[in-house]
């Protein structure tokens, strides 16, 4: 498309980033292609066109541009001679190129072939008769015949030239020449014409030519192919030319050894002839035919020819062999352009394109990889696209190999390529060639055994005849990998040479058995069925005795056959068992180093070792291991390898992982391998092919040790620096990087090996063996298949053994259903237990097959379900077993603790009159301990009372004391200050002042006599002054002064002192101190001293007086404190008392309370023993029931655990089929198990229901087993949950965990996976239909311990896993199948709703609404209940628990006693709740009954929406989708408004829910199915309300196939078929037992009533007077539809009516409010799908609603990348804001919209927000989008008056009714005219010619018109006469342009030209208009409505019948019949496909 405006006028090309750029003048484009099979009629129409025939260029013109180069052109010229440029007759040529003797012979030649070349000459002959045959590989094109044919004649010419050059002397002479040339051409004819063809046709042309030509021929009848010419000119037979050889005994089955035969010497010499030209050819035939040897072989004699392999695949590209190229050749710059160059000088590189027809097709048919090579032939060379070079190619030659294109995958060769291509076709060897080739192996062999070597010829004979065999009998038809080519001969002969390596000798047993073994290894190890591998077994055996007849074949033949070197050194037969013993020791330590999965040893297990181990010791030893996911492909590859000392290599895939990380790891296996010399075993699974290039690299390594360009640039540097050490620690000097890369190849040759794992499942083996031929060419097949039953019985032996399954008294019944076929008879328990488990797995087998031809989806089952099931079994069997055991401990001690509670009692009674005679004794001396006390305590008292006198006396004292003492410190006070003042001042006298003194020899007088006087005062005598000066230096002096006593003052000194020196005036301080300064305080202070003395003297009788009061205090105070101490000894003495006497009272007290316990607890032991009566009785009973579960746990854990291993992913139905199948083989097997076994209360308690419950669960059956699975899982859950209540659920449950929920497509998954591994949450991962493969070694939980830690890998890194991990992972899509190997690695868990759980959804809907009050008191009840149940288990089990854990005596134990008091207590309390519940219950239950019919009904009516997707894949809808109708007719239903009875209202919410329902789910419909969906629900609401039962009349429409009975009467007017009907109907419902005698007698008026409309059958079936209505409607219906099946819809759409009334369906044709669904129904994060059919576009609707509604509305349009990302962010940014968007044509990037739809479901948007989606309708739409969606479809309406309301409803009110006046009417006529219009196309070809677009926006234009127009004319007044509008410019606009626009055929314009004329024109304003004028087939007119509003017409519109005849439209009536018909039938089918699923549904619901 892009190119029409490039060859337009305009010259643009228009770039994806929207720039346009122009092509300048001097540009001319021209093409030049094979067909216009892809080209457009715009781009043809816009080029100019010649055609060349292939008459253009006739044979002669051929020939003679051959001849004229043949003689003009050297030949070894090679680019003039195949130049482009012909050479005409009259070209001159050089004088030097005419003299040389090469061009003379070139001429010679010339001129003997010319006249072979003539029209009537051989070539042309032989030509036709080739062209004619069929039997080409390919193809045959005169074109490739010739240009082959010119080779060989070149090959020719160089052949006479070489032998001249070598007899320079003897050069070959012109009669030799003519002798030899024309047989020459003969030879040539034959390899050219039929190279590439067949033995026998090659022999046919031989014969043609022998006839047709007069050339001498090989003399006898041979066939000419085995010929070939001789220079001497005579022929030479091929077989003379074949060398006889014997190969080395080490060189047998090496890849290089070719054993010449008559085949490889013809082929090689004609591969020669070719090669030589340097020209491309294609080697053809059937796999291991020895195209690839062949051709090597024939490089291998040329020197100059380096070969680079390429496998071809499916994907290849031109960048393989650009790849290719950088890696072998140079670019060089030259004057001529760029040359590219083999890097090897002088060297040709063959670049050898191996399955060269593999790569795919694209859509324009071309092989992109193909086309390339042939550019390069044609043109010799490229455009490099990194700078646009051309690239001109040197010395390189393409080769090709392929197999025939009729095989699977290969596609046919474009003859553009071809007619380059000589073709040799290259078929398996014969009998003959193949003993050849063999023989001279096997002598070679044999010659390392001399005994053996007589048995050469026996033995090839023997592998010859068993291979022919093998081959016929297997072939690719039988099975796609049933590939057997003399490459198995190769392997067989390596595998026999190997074993023979090692022996000295060997008996021919011993070769025969070698011989069987590798036999076997090669032809039985791929095979699927037994009956294959039984007739490869018995034919082996065959051919052994025939060919060695003298061997003991018992001893040779006998099975196992096993060969291994590991229990010795050589490879050896080794036996079973110890081999068995041996692999189980080396299993111990694998699983401690590598691998913790316990294997099991059976028989097929070591096969598959053994056979892994054969592969891993050969070089190139490849595997492709195919086997069902599970049965142990990988474990088991691992095992072998660790065994062999390999390193394991496993690339770790994820959602992200590309090309380029493939690439990467690929580099890393490569240098491993071919550097470094490790030993590696890549295993690859078929889940990492995320891409087809993976196959490709793989098929390229594998093929040839190499992927070219997987190294470049840098890489391949260092790649060559890291050969180079490993070449030189091999001990190699390699010097050239050539070299350096073949060591390196050859070394990974030698060390890798590839296992390829693959499913066998569906067509995926079938694809890759077609498209990935080298998997299957290069690999050793090995068939793991599924486990056989052997297998299985093995494991459960196995798993099981230290399980107590053994029952001594069990015997096997007769009849015991074997689901092994090895069970030994009779079985024991134990083998009919694991008899069972094989059983259990085949029945999941079994089912799915039944599920697969029902069309249904199914799931893989694979080993690793069996496997979790024994592992669920052993769980299981051990929980439950210790389970019953506990219980029953508890229930025994608790017994055994009542019954010795009785002996105590009966021992307690003797103790109580001990104690009674203890009791008195200590009470005795308690009294006497009491008397004594009361004695001291008086004598207390009295010494109280005496003392208390005594403190009285001794108070008064004390205060007269006080009194006294306070005068005598007033007194003193008063001269106290004058002495402190003084002692300050002496403190005060500076030393200096007192040295002074001191120091004075004769002092003044003062001084003197103070000094005198301080002495006398302190006692001295001496008044002299030496004396005083002597006291002066006295150190503390001064502190004696102040610390002078005054009270030591006498009298006689005070009076002394006074009359000596104060007496003395001048005795002053002031005058002492002018003396002295030292003296003057000395002074001061003597003066004060004696002041105070005299003081003291005047208070000293006080002083007295008070001294004595003291004294006879004191005394009082002593006898006080006597009285005190005499009374503490009372009260001590007291306490003492009372001590004793409490001692003795509590002891006595403890007498008493023992003596009361035992008394109580002799009478509560009465009481408990009564009590416990009751437990007694039931644990008693419970202790016997105990051994009966003992007896049925076996059983009972057998069901268990088979249903949670199996069951999940099934829907309810097929559970409990499921079960009951288990039951009844168990039944049969006479194994026992609870018959009433209840899988949900056995597999879980009540307090986990209760908590489920809590957790928002719904409260089914199907839910809480799904509980159970996500509890009890060993392999992770994958939840599938399209209503979203099972993640609400998980989430609830593990919310104290922190669960994490995430998606597969969070871009933060694998961060939250990595958080949720190291710290143990749960994480729960939805979306998993986009399963992301890093997951798998979760999945799989492959840990590492290593130093503690349990590691994980992650991708590229490895995470600490946390024990505590669980992951959940979900989808939302119900209908995803999952692949294989995910299926085998979860358990699933199936969420869809049931019925049941739909139903008490519903009914609780409508209590909650209806009966608020009733709802409240059930849902308090049922949580009641169920806490009573628990609340009374706890207790009992509290009380066991107590029981068990009281030590000694429960009598001592409050415990016990408490537990059972309140036991008693609440049990008490719990009866009369549940008493009063049940009366509550009772009525709760009555209310519930009212409402059950609606629930079911509700049921019926969701599970009907979900079948309708089998009408078509549309029609998906969410629980929610019918939840949310539902809630709105019970909750917000405007019709229930003041409407009270219960009945009433049930009456109206059912008539209104069908309705909604009805309304809802059919405006997504096509019109066409809607009816379908109203029949449905008629028959849903009739089952359900039970006023009718028509199930047998409905059933009957539905199957009532007539044409089953022959030659029955005719009868007249009535065709077969009607006569058929009648009859059938007759005899298979009784009221019409008489249907056929009434029509006979009344055909006429039966006749005549069936040609009225609409149809009104006459009552003529029994019991029809009186009929209620809607039987009546059925029985009518049933009349038509026998006798005018085109009418049924109308007797249909009555029944309808007459079941749920006149407006039921007329509800879903009425106007569509979109506004009010966009406000009122969608939530913002529910798209609105507008699903239009094709040429229909709704986005206006959207647009004129977000006009009209003032609504901002975002449009764009999806389909480029661009649109994604405008999209999203539209989304994102609307959904804040609360705005609208619109996404058109969504159906373009189906891709995109799933990721939309999780977007969705995740948003939180703004409530305003909306977003619409247009599309066609299409089944690329994701189901998750529309059950997640409100689908509203648009199509043009079906009948004239659906059409004309959908019309008028479609066009606003206003707009219709704006003056002038004229303008409704107008309106109308568009209406009618866009009816016809529309409604014809329904009659193409009758109608239309062929179906034009016409739709709504061609409406809205004529309407836009008509306004315009009608506007322009009226100028505002309000009405317009007729006349005035211009009815022509109307006309011409809608006929030409308007509607006539889409119009390309003339005789369609003439017909639209009429409609307008008829329908606009004036005369439509007059009454009596006639609209139609024939309305049936009685006549009748219709006129145009009168009225000029809108309203006028629509009731008109109401009123038109709902059946039109086609003469409406102005068409034949009969033109309806036929396409009624076919609609009638296809209404009949759709139904019936929805009745056969609901009535499944129905039947296990039942």
Known sequence: ???????????????????????????????????????????????????????????????????????YISIDDTERFYGIHCISNTSVTTKENEETPDMVVQQQVADIISEHFQPDGIVVKALEWALKKDGHIMDLTRMRALGSLFSMLNECVRRIITYNNNHSDFPLTSEAMEQYVPKFIVYSIIWAFTGDAKLSIRNELGDFLRSASTIGMPPGNQPLIDFEPTLEGGWNSWNSKVPPIEVETHKVGKPDVVVPTLDTVRHENILYSWLAEHKPMVLCGPPGSGKTMTLFSALRILPDMEVAGLNFSCATSPELLLKTFDQYCEYRKTPNGIVMSPIALNKWLILFCDEINLPDEDKYGTQRVISFIRQMVEHNGFFRTSDQQWVKLERIQFVGACNPPTDPGRKPLSQRFLRHVPIVYVDYPGAASLKQIYGTFNRAMLRMVPSLQGYAEPLTDAMVEFFMMTQENF???????????????????????????????????????IWAHEALRLFQDRLIHDDERKWTNDNIDLTAKKHFPSCEHEEALKRPILYSNWLCKDYSPVDQEELREYVKARLKVFYEEELDVPLVLFDEVLEHVLRIDRIFKQPQGHLLLIGVSGAGKTTLSRFVAWMNGLHVYQIKVHNKYTMEDFDEDLRTVLRRSGCKGDKIVFIMDESNVLDSGFLERMNTLLANGEVPGLFE?????????????????????????????????????????????????????????????????????????????????????????????????????????????????????????????????????????????????????????????????????????????????????????????????EELQKSLATKQKELDEKNELANQKLKQMMEDQNKAEQQKAASKDVREKLTIQKQAIKERTEKVMKDLAEVEPAVKDAENAVKNIKRQHLVELRSLGNPPVLVKLTMECVCSLMGEKSTDWKSIRQVLMNADFITNVVHFNTEGLTDKIRTYVKNTYFSQPEFTFEKVNKASQACGPLCLWAKAQVSYSDMLASVDP????????????????????????????????????????????????????????????????GALIRSLSHEHDRWSQSSTTFQDQMETLIGDVLLSGAFLAYAGYFDQQLRDTLFSTWCSHLVQAGISFRQDIARTEYLSNADERLQWTANSLPADDLCTENAIMLKRFNRYPLIIDPSGQATEFVLNEYKDRKITKSSFLDDSFRKNLESALRFGNPILVQDCENYDAILNPVLNRELRRTGGRVLITIGDQDIDFSPSFNIFLSTRDPSVEFPPDLCSRVTFVNFTVTRSSLQSQCANCVLKSERPDVDKKRSDLLKLQGEFAVRLRHLEKALLTALNEAKGSILEDEKVIGTLETLKKEAADVQQKVEETDVVMAEVESVTNIYRPLSIQCSGIFFAMETLNQVHYLYQYSLQFFLDMFETVVKTNPNLNGVTGTQERLRIITKDLFQKAYTCIARGMLQEDRLILANVLSQIFLKTSGSVNLDEEFNYMLRSASGLQKNLPGIKGFSEKQIQAMHTLANTLEPFKNFVDYVSSNKDSVLQNLNTVPVEPVLCWEGAEGQDPITQAMYKMLYVHTLRPDKVFGACSRFITSVFGDDFLHAADSPLDLYKITKEEVKPNMPVLLCCVTGYDASGRVEDMATNYKQSLSNIAIGS?????????????????????????????????????????????????????????????????????????????????????????????????????ERARMYFLLAWFHAIVQERLRYTPLGWSKKYEFNESDLKCACDTIDRWIDDTAKGRDNLPPNKIPWDALCTLMSQSIYGGRIDNNFDQLLMNDFVKNIFQPSTFESDFMLVEKLDEQGGKLTIPDGLRREDFLRWMEKLPDDQTPSWLGLPNNAETVILQTKAKTFIQKLLKMQTVTEDEDLAYQ
């Open 475 to 513: 072939t690719q038809d039988v099975q796609p990998h049933y590939v057997y080519s003399p490459r198995e001969m190769t392997r067989w002969v390596r595998g026999i040479a190997e074993a023979l390596r090692a022996v000295e000798s060997l008996p021919v047993e011993g070769l025969v058995r």
């Open 1761 to 1861: 990348a661009e649109g994604f990302s405008l999209a999203e962010k539209a989304i994102n940014s609307a959904s804040k804001n609360g705005k609208w968007v619109m996404l058109k044509n969504v159906h373009l990037a189906p891709a995109w919209l799933v990721q939309l739809e999780k977007k969705l479901h995740t948003l939180k948007a703004h409530p305003n927000f909306r977003l619409f989606l247009t599309l066609e309708i299409t089944p690329k739409i994701p189901v998750n989008l529309l059950r997640a969606g409100r689908i509203i479809t648009f199509e043009p309406p079906d009948g004239i008056k659906a059409n004309l309301l959908r019309t008028f409803n479609s066009i606003p009110s206003n707009r219709v009714n704006k003056a002038p006046n």
């Open 1102 to 1165: 006080l002083r007295r007086e008070v001294a004595k009061l003291e004294k006879e205090a004191k005394e009082t105070e002593d006898s006080v404190k006597d009285v005190i101490a005499l009374i503490a000894q009372l009260e001590k003495r007291i306490e003492q008392y009372k001590e004793e006497y409490k001692v003795l009272i509590s002891e006595a007290e403890g007498i008493k309370n023992e003596y009361n316990t035992v008394q109580s607890k002799v009478q509560r032991a």
């Open 1 to 71: 498309e892009n190119l029409n405006s490039v060859l337009d006028d305009n010259k643009l090309l228009t770039l994806p980033n929207g720039e346009r750029l122009s092509i300048p003048p001097n540009v001319r484009i021209m093409f030049e292609v094979q067909d216009l099979k892809y080209a457009t009629l715009a781009t043809v129409s816009r080029c100019g066109m010649i055609w060349f025939s292939e008459d253009c260029l006739n044979l002669e013109m051929l020939f003679s541009n051959y001849l004229n180069r043949l003689r």
């Open 713 to 905: 640039g840098d890489e391949y540097t260092t790649l060559c620096t890291q050969i180079k050490e490993g070449a030189a620690k091999a001990g190699l000097m390699l010097d050239s990087n050539d070299e350096l890369y073949k060591w390196f190849t050859h070394e990974v040759m030698l060390n890798l090996h590839i296992v390829f794992t693959m499913n066998p499942s569906g067509d995926g083996l079938k694809d890759k063996c077609s498209t990935s031929p080298a998997l299957f060419n290069r690999c050793v097949l090995n068939w793991f298949g599924d486990w056989s039953n052997g297998a299985l019985y093995s494991v459960g032996q196995e798993f099981t053994i230290k399980i107590d399954l053994d029952k001594v008294n069990y015997k096997a019944p007769d009849f015991i259903p074997i689901a092994y076929e090895g069970l030994p008879k009779p079985p024991t328990h134990r083998q009919a237990i694991v008899n069972a488990f094989v059983f259990i797995h085949q029945t999941m087998h079994m089912l799915n097959t039944r599920l697969s031809k029902r069309g249904q989806k199914v799931t893989a089952i694979t080993p690793r379900h069996y496997l979790d099931f024994i592992q669920h079994y052993v769980t299981l069997y051990n929980e439950k077993r210790s389970d019953l055991e506990e219980q029953q401990l508890h229930l025994n001690v608790g017994l055994n603790k009542i019954s010795d509670t009785v002996k105590q009692v």
